[in-house]
Every structure is written in structure tokens, then in C-alpha cells.
């Protein structure tokens, strides 16, 4: 959560509590540790990511930008991630000691030495070049200990309707940030929304909506290889 989620995102709401002495609620730590429990036991994965973010822009004021990724999983060592967004379509692939990015519009990539797990090479790489891995924080092992460690209050404040599905509504806050994390009534309790907002960042938010989850997936081993197109240029991307 630390790692990631706090580099990311921003807005300011209202949602009537008043902040005074820390509360972590018991039932809102079981439903994050039931979803975490169950994410990391799976062996492969796969879903999509809506997101919707607010950015500033210097001559007309806020901007809100939307993107779309797809994800596929294979633990520990293997992720694909297709990301269409303001930076164009961009494919991220990782086989276990290769991080490659390419460009589809501009038909350049980049490829960099890389961990042994994709925790690992999720944390390298965003912290030696910016790059961010949507909902990357779910899929740490410490997830529920992290919300824990940097909110003051986790609260669980009951279900609710997304999209049609029931859902278990769980809020989070300290003096500079509020989550709001919706998890699905099931089977399987996997993240259905969540939406963080940074109260000091003139009410900018982010906002993301998973869907077609597939679980234990069988995903071909040959799809997290990069093989360059015709005529691709290989790049080099630096280091922030």
C-alpha cells in the first residue's frame, strides 16, 4: 500500500466523520484479510482495470483522465499488462528475469534486467522509473497490514450496490488521505472499486473499477515473452 498506492492519487469529499481518536474496525480488517487471503492464494489471474484519475492542468485547471488495462498473472514470476490511456497503448511484459516495455503507437521499446518475483520487479521498477502497475497494492502479501499501518481509522460502514453487485463498503482515512475500497459479497471477495482521494491536492482523485476477473486462469507461458515487431527501435528509458 505505501509502496504505490501513496505515489498515485487525489480529491477531497465530505462523508460526515469527524476525525478524533484512531478506530480500526474488526469487521473491516476481516473483509480486507478474506480478500488478501484469497488473492494470494491464487496461481494465476487475470482482469480488467478502468481508472479514472485527476491531473492538473496549467492553463485550464483539473483534468480528469481515463485509462483502461488489461492484466494477466502467473505466480510468482510472470505478468502481462496491456494499458490504454493518454499515453497511448502500451504493452508491460515480465518472464521471471526480463522487464520489457513497448510502445505500440510509436513502435519502440525498452527492456531491463529484472527481479525474480513480480512483487519484486513491481517495486524496482516504479522506483527507479515512475512507472505505476495498476492495482498493484492488492496483490502485496502485507495489503490488510499496510491499510492498517497508514490510515488512522478503517471502518466498515456496511453493503452496498456496485454495478448490481452486492458489495462491502470499507472506508480508511488519516489527515491526508481517504480510500474507500468496495469488496465484493461472495464467493470469493475480490476488489469490485475503490476510489483515493488526497486531501490536500485541490480535491483530485483517483478512481478504478475491476471486472472480468478470471481466476486460476490457464494463461501460455509464451504470452509473457516480447518478441519485437518488424522495425521496432529499441529504446533506453532513464531512470528518474
Not at 485527476?54 to 483534468?63: A, K, Q, R, T
Not at 502485507?142 to 463498503?169: A, P, S
Not at 478470471?214 to 509464451?222: H, K, T, V, W, Y
Amino acid at each position: 500500500m505505501k509502496k504505490i498506492l501513496i505515489s498515485l492519487l487525489f480529491t477531497t469529499v465530505t462523508l460526515g466523520i469527524v476525525a478524533q481518536e484512531t478506530q480500526k474496525d474488526t469487521v473491516a480488517v476481516m473483509i480486507l484479510q478474506k480478500m488478501s487471503d484469497v488473492i494470494g492464494d491464487l496461481n494465476s489471474v487475470s482482469f480488467d482495470l478502468n481508472t479514472s484519475v485527476d491531473v492538473i492542468n496549467y492553463e485550464y485547471g483539473i483534468e480528469t483522465r481515463f485509462g483502461h488495462d488489461q492484466v494477466y498473472m502467473v505466480g510468482p514470476d510472470k505478468m502481462l499488462i496491456h494499458a490504454y490511456g493518454p499515453k497511448g497503448h502500451r504493452g508491460f511484459w515480465y518472464n521471471g528475469k526480463v522487464f520489457t516495455y513497448y510502445s505500440f503507437d510509436e513502435n519502440n521499446y525498452a527492456d531491463i534486467n529484472a527481479p525474480a518475483t513480480i512483487i519484486e520487479t513491481i517495486d524496482t521498477i516504479h522506483k527507479m522509473y515512475g512507472i505505476l502497475f495498476p492495482a498493484a497494492d492488492f496483490f502485496y502479501p502485507t495489503f490488510t497490514q499496510d491499510v492498517l499501518d497508514y490510515f488512522d481509522n478503517v471502518i466498515y460502514l456496511g453493503q452496498k450496490k456496485i454495478d448490481e453487485k452486492d458489495c462491502f463498503h470499507v472506508l480508511a482515512t488519516n489527515k491526508d488521505l481517504i480510500a474507500q475500497f468496495w469488496i465484493s459479497n461472495d464467493a470469493f471477495n475480490l476488489p469490485k472499486k475503490y476510489i483515493l482521494i488526497y486531501k490536500d491536492k485541490e480535491n483530485m482523485h483517483y478512481e478504478a473499477s475491476f471486472s472480468n476477473w478470471q481466476l486460476n486462469p490457464e494463461i501460455p507461458l509464451s504470452a509473457f515473452e516480447f518478441l519485437p515487431p518488424p522495425q521496432a527501435q529499441r529504446i533506453s528509458i532513464l531512470a528518474k
